[in-house]
């Protein structure tokens, strides 16, 4: 099964994070298993050198899973399949939505998170795949559905609306 991704775009420090933060409560009192995923674009130590799972990975393993009573952890090569739509199909088959951020040059469907104090040029066009606006600014893509960044009610509706639930 390959779970509906929305992807959210916007400026550093615009409250992506936040805003995601606000929705998976929302989702999952609605019923819904959230998946995330986060694109950094700087380094990020995933494995520690010398434990058994990075030494794993270091022997050829495609794939390395650390299991502890109540989490996992998974490290796998990324070489190729770095999309949001091809990380959720690979990987997060389980979840009903996926939510990913970042990730602004990626295929699929979009909202982005743009306020007038963090930067008023938007970083992703309609042609892109944008799909409506959390924003303090009406005049920006004002064809798009249009949420303030606590409408966390509203965006869920919207996303469950856009995949017919």
Not at 53 to 77: D, F, H, I, P
Request: glycine fraction near 8%; charged fraction near 25%.
């Amino acid at each position: 099964m390959n779970p509906p991704v929305f992807i959210f775009v916007g400026h550093s420090g615009c409250g992506k994070t936040t805003l995601v933060e606000k929705l998976i409560p929302e989702l999952t009192r609605r019923g819904l298993r959230v998946a995330t995923i986060k694109h950094a674009h700087h380094k990020v130590v995933l494995d520690t050198p010398g434990k058994d799972s990075w030494r794993y990975k270091q022997a050829g393993a495609a794939m390395s899973m650390l299991v502890t009573s109540n989490e996992l952890q998974l490290v796998a090569e990324a070489v190729d399949r770095r999309e949001p739509l091809q990380l959720a199909q690979r990987f997060l088959g389980e979840a009903d939505i996926v939510l990913a951020e970042g990730f602004s040059h990626a295929a699929g469907e979009k909202i982005e998170v743009l306020r007038l104090a963090c930067n008023n040029e938007p970083r992703c066009a309609i042609a892109d795949g944008l799909v409506a606006m959390v924003t303090d600014m009406d005049e920006v893509y004002p064809q798009l559905p249009h949420f303030a960044l606590d409408d966390a009610g509203g965006i869920v509706d919207f996303l469950l609306a856009r995949v017919g639930r």
